[in-house]
């Protein structure tokens, strides 16, 4: 992609475009000038005399390691990321400049709209150039996040596209000698060369991560997503190989702090990325072998404490760490495509045990968790009318919660999932409300039953505006026609100020904690006997 400013000679005035008073440029013509300034993504900015930073738009804020254009006013012009091009500009008889990324310096990919980049050999090749002349450099190997989930969701032909624009977005981070690579296909790596430490090429990683997380429209259709970062920068006899390696290590490490972030390498990641791969092998070993564990957590009316559903909870117990919760493991699962199969475990193991509770509770519910990989997966719908029929349970005995994080991750292909599982007959339910993403405004339009209350707004409680949360949430729900699950309930005062505030449905400690099968059963037995719910009702 080129970029060139167009600009006649002699005086020139912007208007409201610099916001400074106008002089002859109608006030509709300038506020076009300054969207467009703002929202160009070529990282520019408008400089005084004194090269004082008077506004910038936000590509050039992201550049510079800021959130936001105002956070530039008025401070010096940075040191550029990129080769600039200057204009100058008079507004209102002053002299200002328009500072710009240099559509000429940039890369080749960046000119050519992502088209263009080297190919592996040619990439290894410019590496070892560059260390053989003992210049300083760094390599970066971006990943795109959730990349398989992307490809069911849009098609090959969509996700490609998509591609293409994060990568002629990665190429505006780079400049004329750097170098950009396709890897495979969803993994691209960058050599930047000349950059002399490693907060330098994490700087420009971390430009790299802020690009690619804005939305991206194809078709009219706006697609969210994100990129992991491995940087290596080269040391006293490194080899092309050696930075590859330390830059896989450093992009491992990066999702599994969450994705969308860069890591630089240290040595210490060699330990954790061994650690990991061991426990990748022993969770294999585990689900193959039938190994893991389906733990259940009660859920109970708060006001005559009758038991409503279980939840099923995932364990892992480990030979030598102990007995592992699902937060231990589900992240590696899913990065390691483990995750079909351990939902498809969870979903036939939570069934068969509700058919076996079924006759002495009728009425039971069973709470499944979903993640944002199973809700892309085309197959969901499917298995799970195929798991309620070969084990007799009724749809309406299943309630799924998914995130409202994996919902929103691409609301157009939730939306289409949802309305194919509760035409099923299948509940669903909001798990962790209010941690997500902001969903209000497509809340009304999936088709849930249920929002459930992170204990997080639970612990809250005792404090004003932590009960002042809980019934906005309350009253949201209600609203909408929705029941409220709170989660983490450990106290009697906790039940009773959810009880003032309206909530009818809970589940936490104070009732029990979460059971394997034999000992849920048992529980459910004793309580079905003794309904009272007025305290610690588990087997000790």
């Known amino acids: 992609m080129e970029y060139r400013v167009c600009m006649p000679r002699g005086r020139i005035d912007t208007g409201g475009a610099l916001g400074v008073e106008p002089n002859s440029i109608p006030d509709e013509q300038a506020r076009v000038l300054a969207e467009a ?76 709209g992502g088209s263009g980049l080297v190919d592996r050999d040619q990439l290894m090749q410019e590496t070892e150039r560059t260390l053989a002349d003992g210049r300083s450099c760094a390599l970066l190997v971006l990943h795109v996040d959730r990349f398989s989930t992307i490809v069911d969701t849009l098609g090959p032909a969509e996700a490609d596209r998509l591609l293409e624009t994060l990568l002629a977005r990665v190429a505006l981070a780079t400049r004329a000698q750097d170098a ?17 430490t490693a907060a330098d090429a994490l700087a420009t990683a971390q430009w790299i991560v802020r690009l690619a997380g804005e939305p991206v429209e194809l078709d009219g259709r706006s697609v969210v997503t994100s990129l992991s970062v491995g940087v290596a920068v080269a040391n006293p006899g490194a080899s092309v190989g050696s930075l590859l390696r330390e830059a896989d290590v450093a992009l491992s490490e990066a999702k599994s702090r969450g994705r ?40 109970v009316d708060l006001v005559t404490g009758e038991v409503l559903g279980v939840e099923a909870l995932a364990r892992w117990p480990h030979p030598s760490r102990g007995l592992l919760s699902a937060g231990a493991f589900v992240e590696l699962a899913e990065q390691t495509g483990m995750a079909a199969e351990l939902g498809r475990w969870v979903l036939d193991e939570a069934a068969g045990a509700l058919a076996a509770w079924r006759e002495a509770h009728p009425g039971l519910v069973m709470y499944l968790n979903v993640s944002a990989m199973q809700l892309g997966q085309p197959e969901l719908v499917a298995e799970v009318r195929r798991t309620l029929d070969q084990a007799g349970v009724p749809p309406h005995q299943i309630c799924l919660e998914i995130t409202e994080t994996a919902v929103m991750t691409d609301v157009d292909r939730s939306m289409r999932v949802l309305a194919a599982l509760h035409e099923l007959g299948v509940d669903l339910a909001i798990d962790d409300f209010g941690t997500g993403f902001s969903s209000l405004a497509h809340l009304k339009r999936f088709p849930v039953q249920l929002l459930k209350i992170d204990r997080s707004f639970v612990d809250d409680l005792d404090d004003d505006d932590g009960r002042a949360i809980v019934a906005s949430v309350l009253g ?7 029941e409220v699950i709170a989660e983490g309930v450990e106290t009697g005062e906790q039940r009773r100020i959810l009880v003032d505030l309206g909530c009818s449905r809970a589940q936490g400690h104070l009732f029990s904690v979460a059971l394997d099968r034999e000992s849920c059963g048992r529980w459910l037995a004793a309580r079905r006997r003794t309904p009272d719910g007025g305290g610690r009702d588990h087997p000790s």
């Open 37 to 112: 300034f703002s929202a160009s993504p070529v990282p520019a900015a408008i400089v005084d005399g004194d090269e004082l930073i008077v506004r910038a738009n936000r590509a050039f804020a992201l550049l510079h390691g800021r959130d936001h254009p105002s956070e530039l006013a008025g401070q010096p012009l940075p040191e550029p990321a990129a080769p600039i091009s200057r204009v100058p500009l008079v507004v209102a008889g002053r002299i200002y400049t328009l500072v710009s990324l240099d559509g000429a310096g940039t890369s080749d990919a960046a000119r050519a």
């Open 180 to 196: 950009l690579c396709r890897l495979g296909g969803d993994e691209v790596a960058v050599l930047l060369r000349h950059r002399s």
């Open 260 to 299: 969308n972030r860069a890591v630089v390498f240290d040595p210490a990641l060699r330990a954790v990325l061994e650690e990991r791969s061991r426990l990748e092998y022993e969770l294999r070993l585990a689900l193959s072998g039938g190994r893991l564990e389906l733990y259940y957590q009660p859920e």
């Open 476 to 482: 949201l729900a209600s609203s909408l026609g929705l």
